[in-house]
């Protein structure tokens, strides 16, 4: 399944590693630094320069996103959900 970040920027459920708020990296030292390695090791995608309100990590880029990390994770949960069900009804099919 895929995830819609905002933009025109849509990735792969699987591929994220993390969904962080866009204030973590004012609030923790550690995942600021984490972060800076984590773009210099990485492709940095802003998707929109006006408003950034959360941070997506994936093997090969970490994303700024205008969508809040609520809703991202909201989406990815209802994936998650949505893929429990199919194969749920894959194992009950005779």
Do not use: C
């Not at 700024?64 to 429990?84: C, E, F, H, K, W």
């Amino acid at each position: 399944m895929f995830i819609h970040l905002g933009g025109d920027v849509i990735i792969r459920a699987k591929d994220i590693i993390a969904i962080l708020n866009w204030d973590v990296q004012e609030q923790s030292a550690i995942t600021s630094v984490y972060l800076k390695e984590e773009v210099k090791k990485k492709k940095k995608i802003i998707i929109s320069d006006d408003y950034i309100k959360s941070i997506v990590l994936t093997d090969d880029a970490v994303y700024y996103s205008p969508v809040s990390s609520l809703t991202l994770n909201r989406r990815a949960q209802g994936l998650a959900i949505m893929d429990l069900n199919v194969e749920l009804e894959e194992e009950l099919e005779p």
